[in-house]
């Protein structure tokens, strides 16, 4: 059984998108399959919108009052009946063949644990702006920050380094049972913008030996509107970007038994002695280069300042690789 799970928080009509591309795919013949509305809004906000969907879609709807994504997402791995989880966002909507697509890849991969399906972004209300730069790779691309995950026209399996993207993600509930669920320290709450619970999950399953495959005909557009496309918002994202990228390599080495006072003024250290010549870069830089390049320069510096705040945060807690209930779930 397929259990397509959608984590919602207040979005309403962008939801009501997402539920519509979601009814419209074709649907392969005898698909068992089920979809998990997961309102993470105290109010049950997305209560009706479920209702409205309840004659073209297998629909059941699930609230979780404990803010942040991935307590959501959790609650979903809990909730569901399937034997595979496939997460959509609420703001994505699905191309028409993605249901196809989907049991494609799950009939036709056994040996992967989980399945990262494209996205790309839909600009609504803008074209993308002359200095994006979507390409992966270091602090400067806007993969992330965008959600372009595009690794090309031809599904394949995913190399060990290669990210993932949870906006349009697939995980065998084995997956889960063998690597735990999704750490509630690494989410957004509410417009505290924490980044890397999806990298983390895959750093994990890949550590275990569990390997993905990218499926690219399960593709999903993620609705980006014109308040996103300014250049204060992409320096706020790698900012946020850097934080999380610290505290991951932290978990790292505390899952490896080699976390210190030490390692923590090490990093700092490390990060502050690449912060200045960062800095000086895009100073003395900026006034001679093009657009694109000036971006980069001051990502790189915010990506360095929250590398740098996060350095002597507490050793992580690795009981949050297992929320509540999720063993055997």
Same mark, same amino acid.
């Given at each position: 059984?397929?259990?397509?799970?959608?984590?919602?928080?207040?979005?309403?009509?962008?939801?009501?998108?997402?539920?519509?591309?979601?009814?419209?795919?074709?649907?392969?013949?005898?698909?068992?399959?089920?979809?998990?509305?997961?309102?993470?809004?105290?109010?049950?906000?997305?209560?009706?919108?479920?209702?409205?969907?309840?004659?073209?879609?297998?629909?059941?709807?699930?609230?979780?009052?404990? @803010?942040?994504?991935?307590?959501?997402?959790?609650?979903?791995?809990?909730?569901?009946?399937? #034997?595979?989880?496939?997460?959509?966002?609420? #703001?994505?909507?699905?191309?028409?063949?993605?249901?196809?697509?989907?049991?494609?890849? $799950?009939?036709?991969?056994?040996?992967?644990? +989980?399945?990262?399906?494209?996205?790309?972004?839909?600009?609504?209300?803008?074209?993308?702006?002359?200095?994006?730069?979507?390409? +992966?790779?270091?602090?400067?691309?806007?993969?992330?920050?965008?959600?372009?995950? #595009?690794?090309?026209?031809?599904?394949?399996? $995913?190399? @060990?380094?290669?990210?993932?993207?949870?906006?349009?993600?697939?995980?065998?509930?084995?997956?889960?049972? =063998?690597?735990?669920?999704?750490?509630? #320290? $690494?989410? @957004?709450?509410? =417009?505290?913008?924490?980044?890397?619970?999806?990298?983390?999950?895959?750093?994990?399953?890949?550590?275990?030996?569990?390997?993905?495959?990218?499926?690219?005909?399960?593709?999903?557009?993620?609705?980006?509107?014109?308040?996103?496309?300014?250049?204060?918002?992409? $320096?706020?994202?790698?900012?946020?970007?850097?934080?999380?990228?610290?505290?991951? =390599?932290?978990?790292?080495?505390?899952?490896?038994?080699?976390y210190s006072a030490l390692f923590a003024l090490s990093e700092l250290a490390k990060n502050g002695l690449r912060f200045v010549p960062e800095l000086a870069a895009a100073v003395l830089g900026s006034p001679f280069v093009g657009v694109k390049r000036r971006v980069g320069f001051w990502m790189r510096v915010t990506y360095r300042w929250g590398r740098i705040t996060k350095c002597l945060a507490k050793r992580p807690d690795l009981a949050l690789d297992w929320p509540e209930g999720l063993r055997g779930g």
């Amino acid at each position: 059984m397929l259990s397509v799970v959608i984590t919602t928080f207040r979005r309403g009509e962008i939801l009501r998108r997402t539920l519509r591309s979601l009814a419209g795919c074709s649907r392969p013949a005898g698909l068992d399959w089920e979809v998990i509305l997961l309102d993470n809004s105290a109010g049950r906000e997305a209560e009706p919108i479920a209702r409205e969907f309840a004659a073209e879609l297998p629909i059941r709807y699930v609230c979780e009052t404990a @803010p942040g994504v991935s307590n959501a997402r959790n609650r979903g791995i809990a909730e569901s009946r399937g #034997d595979v989880l496939w997460f959509v966002d609420d #703001d994505v909507e699905l191309a028409a063949g993605w249901l196809q697509a989907v049991e494609a890849a $799950l009939r036709e991969r056994p040996e992967a644990g +989980f399945f990262q399906g494209k996205v790309a972004p839909n600009w609504v209300d803008c074209p993308p702006p002359a200095w994006v730069n979507p390409g +992966f790779g270091g602090p400067e691309s806007h993969a992330g920050t965008y959600l372009y995950f #595009d690794l090309g026209p031809a599904s394949r399996p $995913l190399a @060990p380094t290669e990210p993932i993207i949870s906006a349009n993600l697939g995980v065998r509930r084995e997956v889960f049972r =063998k690597v735990g669920g999704f750490r509630t #320290d $690494l989410c @957004p709450i509410g =417009k505290q913008h924490r980044l890397g619970g999806d990298t983390e999950f895959g750093d994990r399953a890949n550590s275990a030996g569990v390997r993905g495959a990218y499926v690219a005909e399960a593709a999903a557009l993620h609705y980006t509107p014109a308040a996103r496309a300014s250049i204060r918002f992409a $320096l706020r994202w790698s900012y946020h970007h850097g934080r999380a990228s610290q505290q991951l =390599k932290a978990i790292r080495w505390t899952r490896a038994g080699r976390y210190s006072a030490l390692f923590a003024l090490s990093e700092l250290a490390k990060n502050g002695l690449r912060f200045v010549p960062e800095l000086a870069a895009a100073v003395l830089g900026s006034p001679f280069v093009g657009v694109k390049r000036r971006v980069g320069f001051w990502m790189r510096v915010t990506y360095r300042w929250g590398r740098i705040t996060k350095c002597l945060a507490k050793r992580p807690d690795l009981a949050l690789d297992w929320p509540e209930g999720l063993r055997g779930g």
